[in-house]
T-cell receptor
Framework: GQNIDQPTEMTATEGAIVQINCTYQTSGFNGLFWYQQHAGEAPTFLSYNVLDGLEEKGRFSSFLSRSKGYSYLLLKELQMKDSASYLCAPMDSNYQLIWGAGTKLIIKP | IAGITQAPTSQILAAGRRMTLRCTQDMRHNAMYWYRQDLGLGLRLIHYSNTAGTTGKGEVPDGYSVSRANTDDFPLTLASAVPSQTSVYFC??????????????FGPGTRLTVL
């Protein structure tokens, strides 16, 4: 079966760095997306990885290891507005996104 | 219109009633999707459409139907609503459904409560 595993909730301090991990098992693989979702709002695209390695985009970076079925999202210089849920979504062989339940990130001053 | 819109924003519905959730995009995207999101669960795909005139079933299609008469609109219909269909419904679109680089863009969602 297809399965996504990410922590339910994490807490971090403003200005710090946090890493949100995601492990996955899918039928085939065509890349992995990360989305941000603020409470009561729609998911918004953050990053996409299809090759192994780190993709950096401003304060956010995303890493992928296809052989390990593992990805992480790294958030630097945390701001209060980064309090949100972060959704890991690998794409399977049918180009369908398989969504994790998300990691709720709480930022404290 | 800019992007993807959904209507209504929220709705309270009596069980057994018929309801259509509307979704419109102006990005000329070929592919469109309907998801439901429930607390503690990931987004689950209900139905999708790779291009106008075609539709397909997702992970949880029972009790729902869709149509795709044109590129812009992708309505979702609950023929006879049941309380288990209480959820937040998101419509999304992407330029294509057959390449790995096609990002899905989401509408603001419809919060549906079935009593």
């Amino acid at each position: 079966g297809q399965n996504i595993d990410q922590p339910t909730e994490m807490t971090a301090t403003e200005g710090a760095i946090v890493q949100i991990n995601c492990t996955y098992q899918t039928s085939g693989f065509n890349g992995l997306f990360w989305y941000q979702q603020h409470a009561g709002e729609a998911p918004t695209f953050l990053s996409y990885n299809v090759l192994d390695g780190l993709e950096e985009k401003g304060r956010f970076s995303s890493f992928l290891s296809r052989s390990k079925g593992y990805s992480y999202l790294l958030l630097k210089e945390l701001q209060m507005k980064d309090s949100a849920s972060y959704l890991c979504a690998p794409m399977d062989s049918n180009y369908q996104l398989i969504w994790g339940a998300g990691t709720k990130l709480i930022i404290k001053p | 219109i800019a992007g993807i819109t959904q209507a209504p924003t929220s709705q309270i519905l009596a069980a057994g009633r018929r309801m259509t959730l509307r979704c419109t995009q102006d990005m000329r995207h070929n592919a469109m999707y309907w998801y439901r999101q429930d607390l503690g669960l990931g987004l689950r795909l209900i139905h999708y459409s790779n291009t106008a005139g075609t539709t397909g079933k997702g992970e949880v299609p029972d009790g729902y139907s869709v149509s795709r008469a044109n590129t812009d609109d992708f309505p979702l219909t609950l023929a006879s609503a049941v309380p288990s269909q209480t959820s937040v419904y998101f419509c999304a679109s992407s330029d294509s459904s057959s390449t790995e680089t096609d990002t899905q863009y989401f509408g603001p969602g419809t919060r549906l409560t079935v009593l």
